[in-house]
């Protein structure tokens, strides 16, 4: 991006700011260990194994509500930068 200048309309310090923010950036693999085991492993058994919610609350012997909110955290939490 370095040598872009004028003809993508970026200036040096645009360009230099947009590099720093992708550099800070992470995957949601690298983020993956960060998060709490139950988080993981509700995420595990339903995006990743594709089971059902109800299938998972009986498992792990949780409510369903529980284990709603432990999705949406964790989901957020990959999702965050």
Same mark, same amino acid.
């Given at each position: 991006?370095?040598?872009?200048?004028?003809?993508?309309?970026?200036?040096l310090?645009?360009?230099?700011?947009i590099?720093?923010t992708?550099?800070?950036?992470?995957?949601?693999?690298a &983020?993956?260990?960060?998060?709490?085991?139950?988080? *993981?492993?509700? =995420?595990? +058994?339903?995006?990743? #194994?594709?089971? !059902?919610?109800?299938?998972?609350?009986? &498992?792990?012997?949780?409510?369903?509500?529980?284990? *709603?909110?432990r =999705?949406? +955290?964790?989901?957020? #939490?990959?999702? !965050?930068?």
């Amino acid at each position: 991006m370095a040598g872009c200048g004028r003809r993508c309309g970026l200036s040096l310090a645009d360009a230099g700011l947009i590099a720093a923010t992708l550099d800070n950036v992470t995957s949601p693999q690298a &983020r993956w260990p960060a998060l709490s085991s139950d988080h *993981r492993e509700v =995420l595990e +058994r339903v995006a990743i #194994a594709g089971d !059902s919610y109800h299938e998972v609350s009986k &498992r792990l012997n949780l409510p369903l509500g529980t284990l *709603r909110a432990r =999705l949406h +955290r964790a989901r957020n #939490a990959l999702r !965050s930068v």
